[in-house]
């Protein structure tokens, strides 16, 4: 591996393309190829983004030996197959949210990493954001209590036709998969593994998902609320409440900041009242929206020659997915 961790972007539709240009403000990264199953899109991705080297497939992107680690970018449904061609031809890989449509899956894309010595991670880029790592150190440590209750809501009317990936049951279409995967890593991350979940959802004509509501139980007798939507502008707020006060999170899967308003006696009256907010910033600075920083978690990941990530690591990533698999199958939900 030369000084540059190389990156390969395999798919160049709208995620691909944020990711990219937060990848350009990395230190120590460079794009050097993209691969699609047109060339003239990987052309024109590849000059926009100052890649050197444009693929017209993604097998001949993975023999590139100028690449070190492939960034997947397609739709869930192939995630399995992406990775499996990129760790057969050596490379490392970080493959999109959710992994796989699936646990078996997942849990086959983890085998694979580990048989060919590869890193694998999930891009949870939420779980590598430093407000979000500042603020899941923090109530670990108990300076705002302890967490009762988490809600997080993620949803935005989808304005994509029917044969989009987000309606397709085919390419994993799902608001659980593609959304709900933020608040459930969310409550996670702040409170530990669920022991309980339950959900109820509305499925489109096509049988999939399109708004769910998940309720959970925690640790130590803690609740989550969250719910995901592919038809409807959800606040995208989350918030905590502690036995202390609550934190608020504005865009919680990439805050800005995180506030905490405790509640303290009031001036003589045997009420409690919110007191002065304490804001919760991240130590390192946000790169881009954010997918700087995974990025960046990737590179330092590979530098150590770790085969995962602390912050995303793969048990971590397969205990949602087991979580989404039971979740949309109390819904009614079956890919085939
Ligand atoms: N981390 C995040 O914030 C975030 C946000 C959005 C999505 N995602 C995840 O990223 C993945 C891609 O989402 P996206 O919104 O970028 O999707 P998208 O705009 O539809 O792009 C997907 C790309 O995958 C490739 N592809 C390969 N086979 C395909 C097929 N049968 N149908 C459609 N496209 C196919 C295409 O690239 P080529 O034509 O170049 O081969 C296409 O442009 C999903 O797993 C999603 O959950 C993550």
Redo the contacts with the bound molecule.
């Keep these: 591996m030369t000084d540059d961790i190389r990156w390969g972007i395999l798919?160049?539709?709208?995620?691909?393309h944020?990711f990219a240009a937060d990848l350009a403000l990395v230190d120590g990264a460079r794009l050097t190829a993209v691969?699609?199953?047109?060339l003239e899109?990987?052309q024109a991705?590849a000059t926009q983004y100052g890649a050197a080297a444009a693929y017209g497939s993604?097998e001949e992107l993975v023999r590139d030996p100028d690449v070190d680690v492939i960034y997947i970018?397609?739709?869930?449904a192939?995630?399995l197959d992406n990775a499996r061609i990129a760790f057969e031809a050596g490379k490392h890989v970080l493959c999109?949210?959710?992994l796989t449509l699936r646990t078996a899956d997942a849990e086959e894309m983890v085998r694979l990493a580990r048989q060919h010595d590869r890193f694998l991670m999930e891009?949870m880029?939420m779980a590598c954001h430093p407000v979000i790592r500042e603020l899941r150190e923090r109530l670990a440590s108990g300076e705002f209590g302890t967490p009762r209750h988490v809600h997080a809501e993620l949803g935005f009317k989808v304005q994509a036709g029917p044969e989009?990936?987000m309606f397709d049951p085919a390419?994993?279409a799902s608001a659980l998969?593609?959304m709900g995967i933020y608040p459930l890593t969310f409550a996670h991350l702040m409170l530990g593994p669920a022991e309980a979940l339950t959900a109820i959802a509305d499925l489109s004509d096509r049988g999939i998902d399109q708004d769910i509501a998940v309720a959970g139980r925690y640790p130590g007798g803690a609740l989550a609320t969250m719910t995901a939507s592919l038809t409807a502008y959800s606040s995208r707020k989350a918030e905590i409440a502690t036995s202390l006060g609550r934190i608020d999170l504005e865009d919680f899967h990439h805050p800005a900041k995180a506030v905490f308003v405790p509640q303290v006696p009031g001036q003589g009256s045997w009420v409690l009242e919110p007191g002065e907010p304490v804001e919760i910033l991240g130590r390192e600075p946000v790169i881009g929206q954010g997918?700087g920083n995974e990025a960046a978690e990737v590179g330092r990941c590979l530098r150590e020659g770790l085969r995962e990530s602390p912050l995303v690591p793969h048990d971590q990533t397969l205990t949602l997915m087991r979580q989404m698999d039971a979740l949309l199958a109390q819904a009614g939900v079956a890919f085939s």
């Design positions: 798919a160049t539709g709208k995620i691909a944020a691969g699609s199953r047109r899109s990987a991705f993604y970018a397609t739709p869930h192939m995630h999109e949210k959710p891009a880029w989009d990936r390419l994993g998969l593609d997918y």
